[in-house]
């Protein structure tokens, strides 16, 4: 099969033939028909995202959509021929997507919504599992409450905009000014991401707070969090890093988790919630309440050097406006 792939730190991505694999007990394989690339894939390349653990060579690329074509020992939920997406490699050691055919474990995996393209259906597995873990699994999101979502027109932002208001919740997002208008187009309520945190509080909560707020940027905008959130409110995070002041949210007798995706695949633990999550996803989408944000421009395995750079806006590529996908030629 052909793959991408990068020998070194920052290196190029060279397209080689190199041994098709093969479907494992619990694993399907997959012809892999598009890939979707993140931020975190550019990082790893770049060898700043040592937690997730991908040694060099490798092939690169967490998200996939593509075809079952051949089931290993002891899985039973899929058949030949079904239409997937997951978040199933590219780190740990576990070969990523940007490759023709990848041997999938069968948990990670879920149906492809009805309603999507390969392209489209291959962007969201990654952000729709943080944005889910950290409102339902971490928050345990319920119908009625105030949610502010710290960028809500990103990856990661966009789906929990999503997902919390077919939760029933009211929701708010902060946004750059650019992507205002879409945030109100997805139902959500905009608020100018340069707002410091107690103007917008006040302004829209009479200065009591949100009851839940996700931050999806982290650093000064988590500390923002913590200011904006109500008293015995909940702040959820998936770049807690750093050093923050804890003293705002103590104040509040409020509470903090964090989300750290990976590490089911780094860890082999939980993956089976992967899937479930996705195919919940999966039903929203094709109920039309879920829907991903998809940059316009198309990529082939020839051109994922400059997919890469749209997703970071380096050496003159336009930066990405919504996800990027890369087609994987057959």
Known sequence: MTAAVVEATNGPFILREVARPEAGPGQVLVQIEASGTNPLDAKIRSGEAPHANQPLPAILGMDLAGTVIAIGAGVENFRIGDAVFGLTGGVGGLQGSQAQFAAVDARLLARKPNSLTMLEAAVLPLVIITAWEGLIDRAQLQAGKTVLIQGGGGGVGHAAVQIALARGAKVFA???????????????????????????????????????????????????????????????????????????????????????????????????????????????????????????????????????????????????????????AQ
């Open 174 to 328: 902060t946004a750059l000014r650019e992507d205002l208008d879409y945030v109100r187009s997805l139902g959500a309520i905009p608020i100018d991401g340069s707002i410091e945190a107690e103007q917008y509080a006040a302004e829209h909560t009479d200065g009591r707070g949100f009851d839940l707020v996700y931050d999806t940027i982290g650093g000064p905008v988590l500390d923002a969090s913590f200011r904006a959130v109500k008293r015995f409110g909940h702040v959820v995070s998936c770049l807690g890093w750093g050093t923050h002041k804890l003293a705002p949210l103590s104040f509040k007798q409020a509470t903090y988790s964090g989300v750290f995706t990976l590490h089911p695949l780094l860890a082999d633990q939980g993956r089976a919630h992967f899937g479930e999550i996705l195919k919940s996803a999966s039903e929203l989408v094709d109920a039309g309440k879920l829907i991903p944000r998809l940059d316009p421009r198309t990529f082939s395995m020839e051109e994922i050097e400059t997919a890469y750079d749209a997703v970071a806006g380096r050496n003159g590529v336009v930066r990405q406006q919504g996800k990027i996908a890369i087609t994987i």
